[in-house]
């Protein structure tokens, strides 16, 4: 059966949401090694979960938090808590040397969304499976003996209809179990505190905001195993279902598909700076960190090189659960900032590195070049490492980007400052002077060079100008940068 999947990285900011959990002060919740991409389940509230006014919330009746991400159970929906850091140019080179204070111009922006089911019954009976065998107090608020739960149906909550929400090792997911004579037409979810929600072509939902956007696959239903046919109808800010012909005498269950998403990071700062997908639907992220636990699993580097930040490269399948995960680094920092799939499944990771071992392995260069120098490595398909390389001579190379094509080429660009040891039978093979943009091309043994390029306008070099984009058939638009978002109802 398939079912309602609600992601813990989606990224929503318009408003504050008016509860506050207060932190526990011992006994806290063992965390498990999968802590990183799965819920670790839904915590009663026995008077810990207040409001900003500091008054007792009881219309919270559970609450998750996941990451950066609260859900808030209500007896008749969902509120959602979101925060993200905005850090200054700079933060990640403050991370690396160490700079715990906050920087000047750093922000947190927090945001929230409901989704309430509207007309349901506000305090339904509920029921919890899956307790925890470890439990939370908090003794400022003189609560104790505090559980979690995997599973929670809520009894009732219109005449014949339950609402199961639960916990999976790649999300939350939710039914609704629609009794024998009861009505499916009552069930109207109605949504708030987004910029944008519409129906797709394909029939499924669209919402999100300036920050992003999540979709939920068309729904589905089943009686006795079988499909019933059933859409989504949006009326304003409500979503109901449409169904087709099913035995009103039996039970149904609807369950949405939502399209997943994860968090992903351990108990320090991680940055994701680039994904990738693969023909047969799997994902890769690459990015760096600075968390000593949480990130690696199954793949070439499974701790922490050194240094203040490692980069890391973790591969899910398509439905979003991670097949491995590596750190990559030496004794110094590292940051990942590309990386790409190649036609038979391989995946190939790019970035800097200020390390002088730990690197390479029999790849073009086996040398760190000094200074700071990019490097590309690739593994396979179960994530043990191939080969490696550095990319760089004697002063600065950064910011490198990675893409493959059909012919067996790896293709890496970025912008060095280094005069010797970029450039060979390419475009440009002498430097232009303050810092240049490079492109390679390589074969995908990377025991040899091809043919490389320092080739940019007079008027683009600097520093913070020397990145090739055209060439990437990868995303490279900065996080920042969100897709132009369409007007309510549309």
């Known amino acids: 059966m398939r079912s309602l999947t609600l992601p813990l990285v989606t990224l929503f900011t318009t408003g504050l949401l008016a509860i506050v959990p207060r932190d526990p002060i011992s006994t806290p919740l063992a965390v498990p090694s999968s802590a990183a991409v799965a819920p670790t389940g839904f915590e009663e509230n026995k008077g810990q979960v207040r ?18 991400t609260q859900l808030f159970l209500l007896g008749n929906g969902i509120a959602y808590q979101f925060k993200r850091a905005h850090l200054p140019e700079g933060h990640a080179d403050a991370l690396k040397n160490g700079v715990a204070e906050p920087m000047e111009g750093a922000r947190m922006e927090t945001g929230r969304m409901d989704v309430m089911l509207e007309g349901a019954l506000l305090f339904p009976r509920i029921t919890a499976e899956g307790r ?22 809520h009894h009732d909550v ?25 009505d499916p037409s009552l069930i109207r979810m109605r949504h708030t505190h987004h910029e944008e929600l519409f129906i797709a072509s394909d029939g499924g939902l669209v919402r999100g905001n300036s920050m992003g956007r999540f979709t939920e696959k068309a729904p589905l239903s089943f009686q006795d195993g079988k499909q019933v046919a059933t859409r989504f109808v949006l009326d304003g800010n ?9 035995d009103r005498a039996r039970a149904l269950t609807i369950d949405p598909d939502l399209i997943w998403g994860t968090y992903y990071g351990g108990g320090g700062f991680e940055e994701g700076m680039a994904c990738a997908t693969a023909a047969n639907g799997n994902v ?16 070439h580097q499974n701790t922490s090189g050194g240094g203040n930040a490692d980069a890391f490269l973790a591969v899910f399948n398509s439905d979003g659960v991670r097949l491995w ?7 110094a920092n590292e940051v990942g900032h590309g990386c790409a799939f190649d036609a038979v499944g391989n995946v190939y990771l790019s970035g800097y590195t200020e390390s002088s071992s730990g690197i390479a392995s029999a790849g073009h260069q086996g040398t760190y070049g000094g200074g700071q120098d990019a490097f590309l490595v690739k ?16 002063d600065f190379e950064s910011k490198a980007r990675c893409t493959t094509d059909g012919d067996g080429n790896v293709f890496i660009c970025g912008w060095t400052n280094s005069l010797s040891g970029i450039s060979s039978a390419g475009h440009q093979n002498s430097s232009g002077g303050l810092g240049d943009a490079y492109l390679v091309k390589s074969t995908l043994t990377a025991t040899a060079r091809g043919r490389h390029t320092m080739a940019v306008p007079a008027a683009m070099r600097g520093h913070h100008v020397l990145l090739i984009r055209v ?18 109802g549309s």
């Open 51 to 68: 409001t900003m006014e500091g008054e007792p919330a009881p219309h919270v009746r559970y609450r998750l938090t996941q990451g950066n």
């Open 132 to 153: 925890s065998p470890d439990h939370t107090n908090y003794y400022a608020d003189n609560v104790e003996d505090v559980h979690s739960y995997t599973k929670l149906t």
């Open 158 to 182: 219109y005449p014949g209809i339950d609402w199961v929400v639960f916990t999976t090792p790649s999300g939350i997911k939710q039914d609704f179990i629609v009794h024998p004579g009861a």
């Open 238 to 246: 409500v979503v109901r279902f449409e169904l087709g012909g099913y």
């Open 284 to 299: 890769a992220l690459a990015g760096w960190t600075d968390s000593s636990t949480g990130i690696a699993s199954g793949g």
């Open 325 to 331: 995960a590596t750190y990559y680094g030496g004794g």
């Open 379 to 394: 593994f396979n398909n179960t994530g043990a490492r191939q080969w490696a390389t550095y990319y760089g001579g004697s």
């Open 471 to 488: 060439e990437m058939s990868i995303s490279l638009v900065p996080p920042t940068q969100a897709p132009a978002l369409l007007p309510v």
